[in-house]
């Protein structure tokens, strides 16, 4: 009874998958990533001969494609960012902007077929402009050691993945903590990365004794 249980559910699990594959029609996006200002190509790949083509954003058709000819059917959505392409029936939106995000889709038939859609998933970021390393430090008295709070900052991207390397350490996050021994330093690297633009930075820090009563960890 359990094994049929079992095999039962994983035969359900199966199927479940496959049906949330078919039906959920973004799985098979294409996820690209821009800078602002960059440009988005769309293009419909496909033979010529009695091609129609839609091109949608969030669902919504703003250009087509029909008897050679480019329409525009939302002038308001990109303004005057569309760039028509006859040569090789495509579609540009220039000087992308942060709130451009979103889904675009192709919808194409030839000649009595229609072609499977595209789905184009598009992430707009700021470029990363800098990077920085800030950390505050307490002395431990009852474990005698320095313990660094160690937090990344970039501007630019508001949102980017930050990792640190360095001192036998690699991990991710904006904030790390590391302790040391008294005389001991570390050089440590903070990476902000969002695909389209990455910024380093590296920082020492001792942990220095300075007088009996207290014990200042400063920056080298
Ligand atoms: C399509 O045509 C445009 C305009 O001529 C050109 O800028 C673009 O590079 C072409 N794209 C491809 C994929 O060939
Ligand atoms: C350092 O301390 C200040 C004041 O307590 C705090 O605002 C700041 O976030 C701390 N920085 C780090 C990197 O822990
Ligand atoms: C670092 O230490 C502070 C204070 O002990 C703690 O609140 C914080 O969660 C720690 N952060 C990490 C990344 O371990």
Known sequence: MNVFQESCCSILGVLLVFLLQGSCVDSDAEVVHKAVGDSLELTADYPKDDLEVQWKYNGI??????????KTVKPELFHERLKMNEGNISITVADL?????????????????????????????????????EYNVSWLQSQNICMFHLRCLASGDQNPSYSWTGHQIQTQGSHLNISLRPAESATLTCTADNTVSVRYTTETVVCTETSEEQRLCVKS
Not at 62 to 70: H, L, M, V
Not at 98 to 125: C, M, N, P, W
């Open 61 to 70: 058709n703003f250009a087509d494609y029909q008897n050679n000819n480019f």
């Open 97 to 133: 902007k942060l709130q451009d995000s979103g889904s675009f889709s192709i919808v194409a038939e030839g000649k009595s077929v229609q072609y499977k859609t595209k789905f184009i998933e598009l992430r707009v970021h700021d470029l990363i402009r800098d990077a920085k390393i």
